[in-house]
């Protein structure tokens, strides 16, 4: 078995099936009832299948619920990326793990690069930290991979579905913060990217994997009502002070994608494309299946993009299950440097 993929029912998770099929990849979907903040499922599962790569995209990725709800925000977002990477390392796979921009504090007004401090403002900024971490302690051959607004075409999952219904509801006018920037990314880019890196693998390490060039969520907000045939007038520019919520946001945080772009893997298009593109093929979103989504230049996986098997010398692993206590001890320490340094030093494994 080629490729093993946790989260798979997530708007991640839809969108990396669809391409692998497309992709003509080798994959087992890890079931739903595998809960990765349990080591013991975690590593059974792995064991089981043995394969070359290990993909996460599970995540608790509500920001409000994970301020509420700390214990099971760091458990899914921290504790279960840290049990998925012991198991890869325990079968000699190699490991991806999807991050996030939240690890910033949004006090930069210079893109983010894979080394700038990390500084998050939320319990889901600082579990997706904690997440990174320990993918970095327990597997030295992974790769994390930060993305940006992620949005998909599945109804009421992301930014731009949830404004379609509010604009398709009633005909009033919809407030929208003017001071939040991202980098809004369908999920289609991000799963092909990940394909054709298990393809062509860099060196490992983080990268920024998202669209090219930031908006702000108004800047966003009217070019998704404007494509959907609604009047742009009714999206009111707001500050987001004036619309507080129960957990902060990073107001600007634009990823700079270069040391992914420099790679040659991939080439990533600029947000307005990636959105005129995802809409074209989703029926402005109103739709809910994965679709193919097409860009104006030829990159991305061909059909026989995995028509040769990978070979990955395993040599003698045997990493042994490590007790919940210990897990949760380092947990609880990766959580403490997480909000307590700018950035955690390299080599990790020298901090245990």
Known sequence: MSILIFGASGQLGQALLASAEECQVQYVDVPRQVEVGDEASVMEVVRQHSPLWVINAAAMTNVD??????????????????????????????????????????????????????????????????GEHLSRILCERSYILRTSWLYSSRRGMNFPTRLLSQLDSSSREVPVVTDVIGNPTPTGVLARALFVLVENPPAYGTYHVCSRDSASKFEWATEIAATAGHDVGRIVGVNSDDYPTPAKRPRNVDLDASKFITTGVFGLPDWREAWASTSACSGGLHDSGPRKIHFSRPIYCSPNLFGHTHRISRGNCSVPLLSERTMKGMLREVTRLAIGLPQLPEPVHDLL
Not at 80 to 99: C, E, H, K, L, P
Not at 107 to 120: L, M, Q
């Open 65 to 130: 619920k994970a301020h509420t709800d700390v214990e099971t925000a760091m458990s899914v977002n921290g504790l279960g990326a840290g049990n998925i990477a012991s198991a890869s390392t325990s079968v000699g796979a190699r490991f991806i793990q999807i991050s996030t921009e939240a690890v910033f504090d949004g006090k930069t007004k210079s893109k983010y690069v894979e080394n700038d401090a990390c500084s998050p403002v939320s319990v889901y900024g600082v579990s997706k930290l904690a």
